[in-house]
């Protein structure tokens, strides 16, 4: 799977909202520490614009990872696509915050 190309890949990138603060190195990137919300369907304000514009856009098939900064919307192939990124989101975070020394418990990400 080759995840540069957007035809082929797992998934499309369809929008970042990235925050006016940080540097150049922080515009491509979201911490795991930093996700308060993973969420399934159109929900982001980004997304419900998008649709506004793109009746095919299919909200079985999005998913948003939500930051305090910014967001990441995706538009998967399929919505078992989705649901098996979703899952996957869930597993790499209750890994990654469980294991991250000094990291409190954080039972406040939002999964919907």
Request: with cysteine.
């Amino acid at each position: 799977m080759e995840w540069s190309n957007a035809k082929t890949s797992f998934f499309s990138l369809l929008t970042k909202t990235s925050s006016s603060k940080g540097n150049a190195a922080d515009t491509n990137s979201v911490s795991v520490a930093d996700v308060t919300e993973i969420s399934k369907g159109i929900h982001t304000d980004v997304l419900v614009k998008a649709r506004s514009y793109n009746k095919a856009l299919e909200p079985s098939c999005c998913l948003s990872v939500i930051t305090a900064n910014r967001t990441v919307d995706l538009q998967c192939t399929s919505q078992q696509d989705r649901d098996m990124l979703y899952r996957g989101l869930q597993g790499l975070l209750a890994h990654v915050l469980s294991n991250e020394p000094g990291s409190p418990q954080r039972s406040n990400v939002k999964f919907s």
